[in-house]
């Protein structure tokens, strides 16, 4: 029995070509690949592999030729070395290559550089995500910066433009703050940047400082990398004391900035607010020694013046209320001697009417027993007028009778004869003279007489 | 003589009381001089601790400098 029928090993590669080159037909292929390893001599050599749950899948050499290298270093520009590095995840534009000394290979021609960009971008924010799930986002943006930061822990390379900006600008302060720097060097772009950023990191955690500044120069975007590594944010994120960045781009922020404290865009700029810190805190002291003393000067001033108004009432009112009970006295004095006044006056009057009554009183009393002694003496008349009327007009009568009874006609016609000497009628003959004259008149007639004789007696009623 | 426990804000306190009775005449001519001679020790207490305060107050502020 002969061998089996058998092909050379390259008469297989030979047919394995002829089919991938039939397959491709030469064209090139956008092929999706991580950068496992790289080695650059005349061309660029990498190892490009797939993963999956952690373990390859797939892995295929890639070659970029010297002449393709250059197009591709003009279009990648600065971020060259970030894209084509180790770990990377990269969009190419190849063709497959199938060599029987060599095996299947892909030649590079183009790199897709907005690719790499979008994968640091989407890395960006799973690394946001893990840190929100995390609780770790906002951690060191809610630690208190201290109101004055003087002792820094400073992250950064040595030597570096961007240290060498921090110091000058913190050295250079006008207001003459001193700042205590302590430098943790640490490799802040490329390869491992970030691991020694973290190492820096866990050895600010044991200084006694104020605050952790980290500071890098300007550079490209995918530079920023490592600033936002996961493994960093989250020791960044779990420090005690306030992180200060200042990382130096323009357009794109850092996972670091965004978890920071206080994120700034360059060295100068965190020089500029460490010193404003601590111009704004010593500018609040002033202020608040001039409210101090202002405050205090208006308390004192509207406390003086309230005192001052009571003093000025404490003057004032007692004495006014003296005064005006003063006043009432007076009033009520002088009230009390009008009213004495005028009972004094009517007491006056009263006298003066009882002295004018007691001039006329006697002469009134005397008037008025006279009138009732008159009064007393017409009743007593008026009595006996009409009493004694009667009897008087009786004894009239009987007065009248007897003078009737004695009237010369009838005493002389009773025998009785007047005899008068010159017409004086006498009674007794003691004025008679012998000689005289003398007439009697008689009942019926007269004789005239001489004298002759006269006699005296005794009073007799013997003649009659 | 007021206490010397007492605070300014008690010592005002009763001043005003003192001053509103004043003012609204509530005070009879018997109490006047009690009254007045209170809130006249009350002033100069009142007074007197306005004075040391702020001394002592400034003598604080300039020791502070600035």
Known sequence: ?464 | MSEPRTTYEKAYEELEAIMQELQEDKVSVDQLTTKVKRAAELITFCNDMLRSTEAEVNKIVKKLGL
């Open chain 1, 1 to 464: 029995m002969g061998p089996p029928a058998f092909f050379t090993l390259h008469q297989l590669s030979s047919a394995l070509k002829k089919r991938i080159d039939e397959a491709t037909g030469g064209r090139a292929f956008w092929v999706k690949a991580e950068v496992a390893s790289i080695s650059a001599k005349r061309h660029l050599y990498l190892e490009l592999v797939q993963h999956q749950d952690g373990a390859r899948i797939a892995v295929m050499r890639g070659i970029i030729w010297q002449e393709h290298m250059r197009t591709i270093r003009e279009a990648l520009g600065d971020e060259l070395p970030n894209i084509l590095k180790d770990g990377a995840e990269i969009l190419v534009l190849a063709k497959v290559n199938f060599s029987p000394l060599y095996g299947a290979s892909l030649h590079i021609e183009q790199v897709d550089l907005s690719y790499s960009l979008g994968e640091l971008e989407r890395r960006k924010r799973e690394t946001i995500a893990t840190l929100r799930d995390e609780g770790l986002f906002d951690r060191n943006r809610l630690v208190p910066e201290p109101m004055v930061i003087q002792r820094i822990a400073l992250i950064t390379s040595a030597g570096s433009a961007a240290y060498n900006d921090l110091m000058q600008h913190l050295e250079a302060n006008e207001y003459g703050y001193r700042f205590h720097v302590h430098l943790i060097d640490s490799t802040v772009q490329g390869d491992g940047a970030a691991f020694q950023l973290r190492k820096a990191m866990v050895r600010a955690s044991t200084l006694t400082v104020d605050a952790v500044v980290i500071i890098r120069g300007g550079g490209s975007k995918l530079d920023l990398e490592a600033f936002n590594d996961l493994e960093l944010c989250r020791v960044a994120a779990r420090m005690d004391l306030p992180v200060i960045t200042g990382i130096g781009h323009d357009v794109d922020i850092s996972v670091l900035d965004m978890i920071a404290r206080s994120p700034h865009k360059t060295p100068t700029a965190v020089a500029d607010h460490l010193i404003n810190k601590c111009l704004y805190f010593e500018t609040g002291l002033s202020g608040f020694l001039v409210n101090i003393q202002r405050t205090m000067s208006e308390r004192f001033t509207v406390r003086k013046e309230q005192l001052s108004a009571h003093s000025e009432v404490l003057r004032l009112r007692p004495t006014m209320q003296c005064q005006r009970a003063r006043a009432y006295l007076n009033e009520r004095a002088a009230g009390l001697a009008r009213e004495v006044t005028v009972v004094l006056h009517s007491y006056d009057r009263q006298i003066q009417v009882k002295s004018s009554s007691l001039a006329t009183l006697p002469i009134q009393r005397l008037r008025h027993v006279e009138q009732v002694r008159i009064r007393e003496a017409k009743a007593r008349l008026d009595e006996f007028a009409t009493r004694g009327l009667s009897t008087l007009q009786e004894r009239v009568q009987a007065m009248q009778d007897a003078i009737r009874l004695m009237a010369p006609e009838r005493l002389m016609a009773r025998g009785f004869s007047i005899t008068r000497k010159q017409g004086t009628a006498l009674t007794d003959v003691s004025g008679l003279s012998i000689g005289d004259e003398i007439h009697t008149t008689y009942s019926h007639g007269r004789t005239r007489a001489i004298i002759q004789a006269i006699e005296h007696h005794e009073r007799t009623t013997d003649d009659l």
